[in-house]
């Protein structure tokens, strides 16, 4: 992935553009189209990446325009989009749907999979947190953009690799993750599969890619190698919880351990639960020593637009990207 030109087709969505960022900052040469102007397209920008959102060919450059361009879209975009029907018609270049192209960089590195219908950004931020934190050599591609770092993508070095593994238009199964965490199974994106018993077989199918260590929450009919729970009795498990107006503090149960009066610096159950999936698939890697990495939990970052608390005068406003009536309900 050195020294190549790649053309992205919707440059702007939150999985395209740490992707994007990877690949610019290796040297490559990356262009893109989207017809966005959000967050994403402002650091693109900033990097120094050239972006277009007029649909016409002439605006890819005549430098990098060849066979050698490799071109790289989301399922966001449509078959009858001009540029991806262009290079589909034209069958010179190589093409890549997003997931694809994030399955090849997975294999880079020991991979990091955070699978799940809800959790998944908020896990992967809270893992890449503690990395940072920790000062561990890792490059991370985060479903949302991360408070302190003002990006979706962060990079350290090449030891590790944390992704998102999207169960959206099934993309996880283009990964073969080393370590991975399953952080619940809900009905969801049933515009894809059609019913739960689809979604639930193409978690499974996941399950088996994992190499190495899975964690499973404990109420999802999935064989994991560990599970983890903040109410019911499990592998990893959660107890004597204290909810304080500015985070929790809690008891953490490992298959090896016990940790008393942990403080983390989040709100609401369901985010300690987010933090117990982290924790867990942390402590599988075996060259990581979970208690060095807990102090760390009382100064996370947290991801925008999730559980975002603003006071306005007298008034408290909460932000957060729920939708889905689970997510809504938690918040």
Known sequence: MLNKKYFF????????????????????????????????????????????????????PEDIMGEDLEIIYTPAIKKDNIFLDYFISNGKNKIYKRSEILGEISQTSKCIAVAGT??????????????????????????????GHNSNYLFTGDDYVIVEADEYDRSFLNLSPDYAVITSLDSDHLDIYGDFESLSKSFKLFSKSVKNSLVVEKDINIKGDFTFSIKNDADYKASSIIIKNDGIIFDFKTPDNFFTKIYVNIIGLHNLKNVLSALSIIDQIKEIEISELLPFLSDLNGIERRMNIYKIDDKIIIDDYAHHPTEIESV
């Open 118 to 147: 809800h959790g998944k950004t908020t896990t992967t931020a809270i893992i890449s947190d503690l990395f940072y934190s920790y000062g561990l050599k890792f490059k991370a591609f985060v479903g949302g953009i991360m408070k």
């Open 9 to 60: 087709i919707g440059i702007g969505g939150i999985g395209m553009s740490s992707i994007a960022q990877f690949l610019h900052d290796k040297g490559n040469i990356v262009f893109g189209y989207d017809q966005s102007n959000n967050r994403s397209i402002e650091i693109l920008l900033k990097k120094g990446i050239a972006i277009t959102n007029k649909l016409n060919l002439e605006e890819i």
